[in-house]
């Protein structure tokens, strides 16, 4: 089977030397077994986005002197595939609308907290279909959420394979009930990552640890619509010399900053830990 990985920004901010060394990851995998590697651009959230990141993101992985497949696949000109899994998730029962903001759910006393904060109390899901319309006609407007209970249900036991970390049992619970399409958007992150790794063919996804509790609702979600699971190989992260993860508020590790520096991109590899003589040229 052909190994084909990608590496998957967001065009939210600079690229920096943890996203040089992510990207590596997965361009290096696919070298290695003589694979395919892709990029795609996650820009879903367009509020968020702009286009001189994602500018940014194509000069700074080619001044590395990675190549990729073309064409690169940009999630804002996909949402008909997101909302045609959407529609399958909807019509199996599995999703409800939750017209919580984000206050209502920071204030719920009660929520317990999972990998990305309090965990959604399930406050919308018992609203009765006269509640839901009542809701929809003030104006209010709504996310959709998974009915995490019911879909593990449905799919039963599940288990993925990171290729670091071995077998893994899939707890898709880990988050609670995730959002599945944010509002005013027939998508989220869990939604397109997974529809897009399936129909990309992407056989290995490569991605920072960060996201590895996010792979339990993935396999579910792959469960539900019936994909075939890829491999995971979640990385490590890079940090700095206090120990905190790089994010990219970081403008000193930014790719686009090394490079006004005037390094070179060998200097930046080794900086991003990238073995000697493992990098692209
Ligand atoms: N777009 C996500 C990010 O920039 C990564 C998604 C993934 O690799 O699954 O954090």
Same mark, same amino acid.
């Given at each position: 089977?052909?190994?084909?990985?990608?590496?998957?920004?967001?065009?939210?901010?600079?690229?920096?030397?943890?996203? &040089?060394?992510?990207?590596?990851?997965?361009?290096?995998? &696919?070298? &290695?077994?003589?694979?395919?590697?892709?990029?795609?651009?996650?820009?879903?959230?367009?509020?968020?986005?702009?286009?001189?990141?994602? #500018?940014?993101?194509?000069?700074?992985?080619?001044?590395?002197?990675?190549?990729?497949?073309?064409?690169?696949?940009?999630?804002?000109? %996909?949402?008909?595939?997101? #909302?045609?899994?959407?529609?399958? =998730?909807?019509?199996? !029962?599995?999703?409800?609308?939750?017209?919580?903001?984000?206050?209502?759910?920071?204030?719920?006393?009660?929520?317990?907290?999972?990998?990305?904060?309090?965990?959604?109390?399930?406050?919308?899901? !018992?609203?009765?279909?006269?509640?839901?319309?009542?809701?929809?006609?003030?104006?209010?407007?709504?996310?959709?959420?998974?009915?995490?209970?019911?879909?593990? #249900?449905?799919?039963?036991? =599940?288990?993925?394979?990171?290729?670091?970390?071995?077998?893994?049992? &899939?707890?898709?619970?880990?988050?609670?009930?995730?959002?599945? /399409?944010?509002?005013?958007?027939?998508?989220?992150?869990?939604?397109?990552?997974?529809?897009?790794?399936?129909?990309?063919?992407?056989?290995?996804?490569?991605?920072?640890?960060?996201?590895?509790? /996010?792979?339990?609702? %993935?396999?579910?979600?792959?469960?539900?619509?019936?994909?075939?699971?890829?491999?995971? %190989?979640? %990385?490590?992260?890079?940090?700095?010399?206090?120990?905190?993860?790089?994010?990219?508020?970081?403008?000193?590790?930014?790719?686009?900053?090394?490079?006004?520096?005037?390094?070179?991109?060998?200097?930046?590899?080794?900086?991003?830990?990238?073995?000697?003589?493992?990098?692209?040229?």
């Amino acid at each position: 089977m052909t190994v084909v990985t990608r590496f998957a920004p967001s065009p939210t901010g600079q690229l920096h030397l943890g996203h &040089a060394y992510s990207a590596w990851v997965g361009w290096h995998a &696919a070298q &290695a077994a003589g694979g395919r590697f892709l990029l795609r651009l996650e820009d879903t959230d367009l509020g968020r986005c702009r286009s001189e990141f994602e #500018r940014g993101i194509l000069d700074d992985l080619a001044w590395l002197g990675l190549t990729w497949e073309t064409p690169v696949r940009r999630q804002s000109e %996909h949402f008909s595939d997101y #909302r045609a899994a959407l529609d399958r =998730l909807d019509a199996a !029962g599995l999703l409800y609308p939750c017209f919580c903001t984000r206050k209502d759910i920071q204030s719920a006393a009660s929520a317990p907290h999972g990998p990305d904060g309090p965990i959604y109390p399930g406050t919308c899901r !018992g609203l009765s279909e006269v509640d839901r319309r009542s809701r929809v006609a003030a104006g209010l407007t709504n996310a959709l959420r998974l009915d995490v209970a019911a879909a593990s #249900r449905l799919a039963g036991p =599940l288990a993925w394979h990171d290729r670091a970390a071995g077998r893994q049992t &899939a707890q898709p619970e880990v988050f609670g009930d995730v959002v599945i /399409a944010r509002k005013g958007t027939p998508t989220s992150y869990h939604l397109s990552v997974t529809v897009d790794d399936h129909l990309q063919g992407v056989t290995l996804v490569t991605r920072g640890v960060d996201l590895f509790q /996010a792979t339990h609702v %993935h396999r579910l979600l792959q469960a539900l619509l019936g994909y075939e699971p890829p491999g995971y %190989h979640h %990385h490590r992260l890079l940090v700095d010399e206090t120990g905190r993860r790089l994010a990219k508020r970081d403008q000193a590790r930014a790719l686009c900053s090394l490079r006004d520096q005037g390094l070179s991109p060998g200097e930046v590899w080794k900086l991003a830990g990238v073995p000697e003589g493992q990098g692209p040229g």
